[in-house]
């Protein structure tokens, strides 16, 4: 399964403004993206926005409690409250979402 993990920080807890807190951070980001990290988890790809204070993740794992434990087991919630959505790739939403839309349309019309 997918997951968007969002994380969200207030200017006064980001790693830009917590001084030599900011390298314990900064490695826990590195170890969460670390393809060898411990877990059933695995994080795709990441993309960070710094002036609004939020990282977002793609992760691929088991289940949603999966998720949370590699953010747990990163520390990364210590400075972030995470969001953890489940989402479909676009072939898998065209699949399980479109197709089936179109076929009721077709058998309707």
């Not at 289940?63 to 210590?78: C, I, M, Q, Y």
Request: with cysteine.
């Amino acid at each position: 399964m997918l997951f968007m993990v969002e994380a969200t920080h207030r200017p006064e807890t980001c790693i830009a403004a917590r001084g030599s807190a900011a390298r314990a951070d900064a490695d826990q980001l590195a170890e969460l993206m670390d393809p060898s990290f411990r877990g059933q988890s695995r994080v795709i790809s990441s993309w960070a926005y710094p002036i609004g204070h939020r990282l977002w993740f793609v992760v691929e794992s088991p289940d949603a409690h999966s998720v949370a434990e590699l953010f747990r087991a990163a520390g990364v919630h210590g400075w972030n409250t995470i969001g953890i959505h489940p989402i479909l790739d676009n072939q898998e939403f065209k699949r399980t979402v479109l197709d089936g839309i179109t076929r009721s349309a077709e058998e309707a019309g």
